[in-house]
Nanobody, 122 residues
Framework: QVQLVESGGGLVQPGGSLRLSCAAS????????IGWFRQVPGKEREFVAG????????YYSRSVKGRFTISRDSAKNTVYLQMNNLKPEDTAIYYC???????????????WGQGTQVTVSS
């Protein structure tokens, strides 16, 4: 069974940075496209960023493009989401998910991590 584990969330002031990690211990993440999503209470899960299996293509939502960067580290079997210039509206639970291809549709992803809370507040 595919198990994903997110980490790196926390409390940060507006304008600050965080780096989220999505790791797997029982399989290679290179087999999958990885997407990052976020969710706030009462709203649907929102696509944030995605990276294809080779790492050669990355995708971002309009709201984070230019501030967030998704990347892979094959040696560590980890996908990262570097988040810079954070804004209060970035506050959410962030999830990573694996699938066969990057898409902004949450239901297309097969496996999900448990999520990590990101709070942007002064």
């Amino acid at each position: 069974q595919v198990q994903l584990v997110e980490s790196g969330g926390g409390l940060v002031q507006p304008g600050g940075s965080l780096r989220l990690s999505c790791a797997a211990s029982e399989f290679s993440l290179e087999q999958y496209a990885i997407g990052w999503f976020r969710q706030v209470p009462g709203k649907e899960r929102e696509f944030v960023a995605g990276i294809n299996r080779s790492g050669g293509s990355t995708y971002y939502s309009r709201s984070v493009k230019g501030r967030f960067t998704i990347s892979r580290d094959s040696a560590k079997n980890t996908v990262y989401l570097q988040m810079n210039n954070l804004k209060p509206e970035d506050t959410a639970i962030y999830y990573c998910a694996s699938g066969t291809a990057v898409t902004d549709t949450a239901s297309a992803y097969n496996y999900w991590g448990q999520g990590t809370q990101v709070t942007v507040s002064s």
